[in-house]
Nanobody, 121 residues
Framework: VQLQASGGGLVQAGGSLRLTCAASGRTYRSYAWFRQAPGKEREFVAAVIYSGRKYYATSVKDRFTISRDNAKNTLYLEMNNLEPEDTAVYYC??????????????????WGQGTQVTVSS
């Protein structure tokens, strides 16, 4: 499986961006977005599992929407009302974590290369 993330950029606070992650190869149980800001650990943002159920970090709930187009094998992250605190490199990931590990980076086997999101105040 290869994951190719794109769609990052520079946006003002309150703006929007949509990230895209094109996947190839086998299908996994869970597809997720993580992010990593300078000097910080990689943190969970959102995930969608095979049943369609979605999971969000508290900090992005009601602002971000994760979705997946199964026919195109593509993962999306729609980000609205962006804040400077959302500035980070965003990574897409795929894996078969158990439900209790969906928010853990260790649950994912495949990772995209990352795309930079910068939100100016």
């Amino acid at each position: 499986v290869q994951l190719q993330a794109s769609g990052g950029g520079l946006v003002q606070a309150g703006g929007s961006l949509r990230l895209t992650c094109a996947a190839s190869g086998r299908t996994y149980r869970s597809y997720a977005w993580f992010r990593q800001a300078p000097g910080k650990e990689r943190e969970f943002v959102a995930a969608v599992i095979y049943s369609g159920r979605k999971y969000y970090a508290t900090s992005v709930k009601d602002r971000f929407t994760i979705s997946r187009d199964n026919a195109k094998n593509t993962l999306y992250l729609e980000m609205n009302n962006l804040e400077p605190e959302d500035t980070a490199v965003y990574y897409c990931a795929a894996g078969d974590p158990i439900t209790s590990a969906i928010r853990a980076p260790e649950g994912y086997r495949q990772w995209g290369q990352g795309t930079q999101v910068t939100v100016s105040s």
